[in-house]
């Protein structure tokens, strides 16, 4: 049985016997983009499925086949290798945005385009003006580079609340522009962005891949469950009808405290739930995790990235590492991982000795 079909086997038991071995998974996105950027990648290790094989890992390459375009407004970009400016022109006003890289390597907003009511209002505007355009070019080469060593899912953009809290809004004061006269103009946005995400859903359903992932970072201290019924649940159901329907499984990816929104998720169809960790990273284990979503949905995690940090001693990365193994065992929809993604300071040697021990 070849990796891809293990993973795929995990998120529909029906397709084939599982194997009794529990998958182990990571997804190393961010440290290879980090390390390929600072050339600080390992030999061998120049692409993303060659790094997955040089640690001996199943092969983790999202495939994003789409691009954004605006009509009717001007959006500009400046970008230098530690800050992006956004800028929206957008009835007669200018919208900034600023992204800065973060202690994790990764791109981080510390500026927000909406900072009032008004604001917000434009950004019914933008999202009016935005476009998604079907972009596939690559995803022939990508998928040939994986081959059967893994599994390629294809990206779709973020649920529309989602996109407001991280795109919009930010995690301070704006999400209380989101409340009271706020509200109408977060249910124009949602609207407006679900309808054009479905219609892209569709066209991506077609193209080959194995799977769609919604790249959500869903975090429960921001999306209570009350928002989640009211803004996102409708599009998690017809995105993961329009998903079934083309015989892929949809994965939401989550970034923060998800038990709450576990069950919830699973309601609306969802197939999987990625970033599954206790505290502190997250609220809930995989066992935990599992009894909220119920039996319906595969869980990927439940080991954090925190332990692959210096200052937790190897004995307590070894008690997680048994841990995790030990609520996956016997359930055939897990797929032990690290919780969300391997950051880019992770020690590699950890990272073998986690698939040796889970081997």
């Given at each position: 049985?070849?990796?891809?079909?293990?993973?795929?086997?995990?998120?529909?038991?029906?397709?084939?016997?599982?194997?009794?071995?529990t998958?182990?998974m990571f997804?190393?996105?961010?440290?290879?983009?980090?390390?390929?950027?600072?050339?600080?990648?390992?030999?061998?290790?120049?692409?993303?499925?060659?790094?997955?094989r040089?640690?001996?890992?199943?092969?983790w390459?999202p495939?994003?086949?789409?691009?954004?375009?605006?009509?009717?407004?001007?959006?500009?970009?400046t970008?230098?290798?530690?800050?992006?400016?956004?800028t929206?022109?957008?009835?007669g006003?200018?919208?900034?945005?600023?992204?800065?890289?973060?202690?994790d390597?990764?791109?981080?907003?510390?500026?927000?385009?909406?900072?009032t009511?008004?604001?917000?209002a434009?950004?019914?505007?933008?999202?009016?003006?935005?476009?998604?355009?079907?972009?596939?070019?690559?995803?022939?080469?990508?998928r040939?580079?994986?081959?059967e060593?893994?599994?390629?899912?294809?990206?779709?953009?973020?649920?529309?609340?989602?996109?407001i809290?991280?795109?919009?809004?930010?995690?301070?004061?704006?999400?209380?522009?989101?409340?009271?006269?706020?509200?109408p103009?977060?249910?124009?946005?949602?609207?407006?962005?679900?309808?054009?995400?479905?219609?892209?859903?569709?066209?991506?359903?077609?193209?080959p891949?194995?799977?769609?992932?919604a790249?959500?970072?869903?975090?429960?201290?921001?999306?209570?469950?009350?928002g989640?019924?009211?803004?996102?649940?409708?599009?998690?159901?017809?995105t993961?009808?329009?998903?079934?329907?083309?015989?892929?499984?949809?994965?939401?990816?989550?970034?923060?405290?998800?038990?709450r929104?576990?069950?919830?998720?699973?309601?609306s169809?969802v197939?999987?739930?990625e970033?599954?960790?206790?505290?502190?990273?997250?609220?809930?284990?995989?066992s935990?995790?599992?009894?909220?979503?119920?039996?319906?949905?595969?869980?990927w995690?439940?080991?954090s990235?925190?332990?692959?940090?210096?200052?937790?001693?190897?004995?307590a990365?070894?008690?997680?590492?048994?841990?995790?193994?030990?609520?996956?065992?016997?359930?055939?929809?897990?797929?032990?991982?690290?919780?969300?993604?391997v950051?880019?300071e992770?020690?590699?040697?950890?990272?073998?000795?986690?698939?040796?021990?889970?081997?």
């Amino acid at each position: 049985m070849s990796a891809r079909t293990r993973i795929l086997n995990r998120f529909d038991p029906s397709r084939g016997e599982n194997a009794a071995e529990t998958p182990l998974m990571f997804d190393l996105t961010l440290w290879h983009k980090w390390r390929a950027s600072r050339g600080a990648l390992p030999a061998g290790a120049t692409t993303l499925p060659d790094a997955h094989r040089l640690l001996g890992s199943t092969v983790w390459a999202p495939f994003k086949p789409w691009r954004v375009e605006y009509d009717g407004i001007r959006v500009t970009t400046t970008e230098t290798a530690d800050r992006r400016d956004i800028t929206y022109f957008v009835a007669g006003r200018e919208l900034h945005a600023v992204w800065t890289v973060g202690p994790d390597g990764d791109w981080w907003q510390t500026e927000y385009p909406v900072r009032t009511r008004e604001d917000l209002a434009l950004a019914v505007d933008i999202a009016a003006s935005r476009r998604y355009v079907l972009d596939p070019a690559g995803l022939d080469a990508h998928r040939a580079a994986v081959g059967e060593d893994g599994v390629v899912p294809l990206e779709l953009p973020m649920q529309p609340y989602s996109d407001i809290l991280h795109v919009f809004v930010g995690w301070g004061e704006g999400i209380l522009l989101m409340q009271g006269e706020g509200k109408p103009h977060v249910a124009a946005i949602v609207a407006e962005l679900e309808r054009k995400l479905l219609a892209l859903a569709a066209e991506v359903v077609a193209l080959p891949g194995d799977l769609l992932l919604a790249p959500d970072n869903l975090d429960g201290q921001y999306v209570s469950p009350r928002g989640f019924k009211e803004f996102m649940a409708g599009g998690y159901a017809a995105t993961a009808a329009t998903a079934r329907a083309a015989g892929k499984p949809l994965v939401v990816h989550v970034g923060g405290p998800a038990k709450r929104l576990a069950p919830l998720l699973c309601q609306s169809g969802v197939d999987g739930i990625e970033g599954i960790a206790g505290p502190p990273q997250s609220d809930a284990t995989l066992s935990e995790a599992r009894e909220a979503a119920g039996p319906d949905v595969t869980l990927w995690g439940g080991i954090s990235q925190d332990m692959l940090h210096p200052e937790h001693d190897d004995e307590a990365f070894e008690a997680a590492v048994r841990a995790a193994l030990a609520e996956a065992e016997g359930d055939n929809r897990m797929i032990l991982g690290v919780a969300d993604r391997v950051p880019p300071e992770a020690d590699l040697g950890r990272l073998r000795r986690l698939i040796e021990m889970v081997a």
